[in-house]
């Protein structure tokens, strides 16, 4: 549940698809409600301690007037990923724009989205088995910590493990990494994908040996199951190079799935 809510904050800005739109001002209403923890700002009537909801409204005023999106979506998405990032503490944010004005010909009440952006911890299994792979691994964390709205929070010591699945040949330097995380899900694993492809990731032989693998073995607490995208990770359990180093960073966390902390696997 939101901790803070904002009601109704209107701000003035060129945002649509019509041309005329792009010129001529028209009023958006912003509802932004922000999950947060509230207890030590209770305690210590500390406002450095809590999101300033003076400061988020003038961060959207800020983005939504300096900027000229055609769709309303677009704006939402990006208030809520720039409210999110802006302030640490903030679990989740959603943002509803209003466009009370919209062209529609017809007489209506009102026309809005809703965009949500959620702060997850997600833990992330690396490894290389062609070329210098420590290097490889280092280079792969660093553009992680790059990509917006991703903070390495936690990285594992590298071990050398033997090639798994009968395909690769080549011993693998591997890692865990923990980061948290405002992209969604897939966002996360085409950001991924584009990491690996930076370092010449070829998908030809499965299991066979590679640049750069990167896998989300989970993703907060989600169970997903969609095309190309499971997590948790369906084969983690049986992979010591992903447990062991997982272990020595998130010994607690628990499986959603098996409901049993990584430690006591």
Known sequence: MSAI??????????????????????????DIDIDCPTVAAAHSDDV???????????LVAAYCGGNCFNLIEKLAYGAAFLIAREYEIIRAVEVTVHK????????????SVTARVERNVVALSLGSSIGDGKATLDGALKRLSELNGVRVIKVSDYIVSQPYGGAARNVFTNCAALIECLLTPRGLLD???????????VREVRWGDRTLDIDIVFFGDKVIAEEGLCVPHPDYINRSFVLEPLKSIAPDFVCPILHKRISDM
């Not at 004005?101 to 026309?111: E, K, R, T």
């Open 191 to 201: 950001a991924i994908h584009g990491v690996e492809a930076e370092y010449g990731r």
């Open 5 to 30: 809510s904002i009601k109704g904050l209107e701000v003035s800005a060129r945002h649509g698809v019509l041309a005329e739109e792009k010129v001529n001002p028209q009023p958006f209403v912003f």
């Open 48 to 58: 450095n301690m809590t999101v300033n909801y003076a400061e988020v409204c003038r």
């Open 100 to 111: 009370p004005q919209a062209p529609i010909g017809l007489p209506f009440s009102d026309v």
